[in-house]
């Protein structure tokens, strides 16, 4: 069931609130009990089977989080808990390595080994990808002491909370159910505002811009696996999936915050105007935050804990003071940058591209951070550096991120080159035929052609779609932005305020004039539910 469904929208969501609210009013237990009976059949609406498939990781994670709990932190017991730890871990990664990654690895087995393994159906289910990380992220904290106590009902609520259930966040025990704690389970008119405010955003991102995208986008690839694609579709094609995305996730990540606000809970901040950041570290604190957080909390902390332990041992410098030397930049940063993207990129996906998507991020960031150790510094007048630097690398970043996004929607990797090639311009420029009569053959060089499958009106089109597109994402103030002082996710208020005319306009309050123009957003969406959509972050 996914959000921008009919069943969703006015069957599930409303009775599931509805009976929340009224359970509340005699117990809040029994409202949370209804809350995780409801998560559970949302969970098994796609397909049944999915429930005892994660009953089973639920139940082994339970019982690693319990022996944990159950065996006192001293010194004698750290090897078994760090053991038990990693066997959980372990777990973990096997029980998504087998949903998420059989075909994967056994098609990389017959195309490198020349082997002939057949490969097998298996369904991933929901949300597995996001549920794992939560998971392991759940048993480290436990082990690390900062879950002190756990009940059955409170995980099984903690880890099926519905909202977070199909694109994220990926959340922490402890920020969440202090939350469900404290929640008095009753009717709130100022959250219930809220909520159904992001969900009015976020509807009218995902199926009005982003599913607006697509038809644009999805024939230019599918043209590319088969053959070339000129200079202008190609373009066409890069920009408008990287925007496709942004608004898909963006408006799913507001759709998820706005329905746990309606129930009274906050979730954490996961998308904020990534497409505005001025570099690429900047970027990935503002997109799929929680990601981000995740990996680098238990990934690459770590593993620059461990290298730097490593080079101390043997006598080496790290990488700190006046200490810059290439060795220790490689070993400390850029090692522990590329294997983290590199799961990224794993965990994005079982295929090639992903590989390529992920290690490619990692080298954008590798390359970020070796500019911070040895480009110019900013001097004295750091007005005048950031005049001239931050205009360049917002228009490198946004580059970088479109090039990147290229191999995360292409088909497979000959279409990736067909696209990248023609947004080089390799296979020539086509333009409607009815510009060329107007501009004249004779004044146009002799690589343009002429493109019979593409229209004057439609290249318009899509050049007004992904220009207004672009002004929304780079110019707007975002959802969060706009909700900003009536926190509708966690986070929210860290973010610096922007003072602009722009945002104190636009800053939302519950009003009659607001009301009325979420209510048009609201039913423009709803007009377009049923019509062609793309979830991209189905099944992750």
């Not at 880890?159 to 694109?167: D, E, G, M, N, T």
């Not at 088969?226 to 898909?248: E, K, M, N």
């Not at 940058?337 to 090639?352: D, F, N, P, Q």
């Not at 000959?414 to 420029?429: F, I, K, T």
């Amino acid at each position: 069931m996914l959000f921008n469904s009919y069943e969703f929208l006015f069957a599930f969501l409303p009775v599931t609130l509805l009976v929340f609210l009224l359970l509340g009013k005699a117990s809040r237990g029994l409202a949370l009990g209804w809350l995780t009976l409801a998560s559970l059949a949302f969970y098994a609406w796609w397909r049944p089977v999915n429930v005892p498939i994660i009953a089973v990781s639920l139940a082994v994670n339970f019982s690693i989080a319990r022996l944990l709990q159950g065996m006192p932190s001293a010194a004698g017991n750290a090897r078994r808990r760090a053991l038990l730890l990693a066997a959980g871990i372990v777990f973990n990664v096997c029980f998504l390595g087998y949903f998420k990654y059989t075909n994967f690895l056994l098609t990389a087995a017959n195309d490198i080994a020349g082997t002939d393994f057949a490969l097998t159906q298996i369904i991933l289910p929901l949300g597995l990808s996001f549920i794992t990380f939560q998971k392991i992220a759940f048993l480290v904290d436990v082990h690390a002491g900062r879950v002190e106590s756990v009940s059955l009902r409170e995980y099984l609520l903690f880890v099926l909370f519905f909202p977070q259930l199909i694109a994220g966040p990926i959340v922490h025990y402890r920020e969440m159910m202090p939350q469900f704690h404290r929640n008095p389970c009753r009717y709130d008119g100022n959250a219930l505002a809220v909520g159904l405010t992001m969900i009015c955003f976020g509807l009218f991102k995902k199926v009005v811009l982003a599913d607006g995208m697509a038809s644009f986008v999805s024939p230019v690839y599918q043209q590319a696996a088969h053959g070339p694609v000129s200079l202008l579709p190609a373009w066409l094609a890069a920009l408008g999936f990287t925007l496709q995305i942004y608004f898909d996730f963006s408006g799913y990540s507001d759709m998820a915050a706005g329905i746990a606000r309606c129930f009274g809970v906050r979730l954490p901040l996961n998308f904020y105007s990534p497409l505005q950041a001025s570099n690429i570290i900047d970027f990935w604190t503002r997109w799929h935050v929680t990601l981000s957080r995740f990996l680098t909390a238990y990934l690459y902390n770590p593993m620059l804990l461990a290298l730097t332990r490593r080079r101390f041992a043997r006598g080496l410098p790290g990488l700190g003071g006046n200490n810059r030397s290439v060795g220790a930049f490689l070993q400390l940063l850029a090692l522990p940058l590329l294997l983290t993207m590199l799961v990224s990129g794993i965990w994005h996906g079982a295929g090639y591209l992903f590989l390529v998507w992920g290690l490619l991020h990692g080298l954008y960031l590798t390359i970020d951070h070796a500019w911070r150790l040895w480009g110019p510094k900013r001097t004295a007048d750091k007005q005048r550096y950031e005049r001239i630097m931050r205009p360049l690398g917002f228009a490198l970043t946004f580059l970088a991120v479109v090039l990147s996004m290229v191999f995360f929607r292409a088909p497979t990797l000959r279409a990736a080159s067909e696209v990248l090639s023609g947004m080089l311009g390799a296979h020539g420029v086509e333009l409607p035929r009815l510009l060329v009569e107007k501009i004249g053959a004779s004044h146009l060089p002799h690589a343009v052609s002429i493109a019979e499958n593409l229209g004057l009106k439609d290249l318009l089109q899509q050049s007004v779609w992904l220009l207004g597109l672009l002004f929304i994402a780079l110019i707007l103030p975002n959802s969060i932005q706009i909700m900003r002082n009536h926190e509708p996710v966690l986070g929210a208020r860290e973010r610096p305020a922007d003072t602009g005319v722009l945002l104190r306009s636009l800053s939302w309050n519950p009003s009659l004039g607001w009301a009325l123009a979420i209510a048009v957003l609201g039913a423009i969406a709803v007009m377009r539910l049923g019509g062609p959509s793309e979830f991209l972050y189905w099944q992750f």
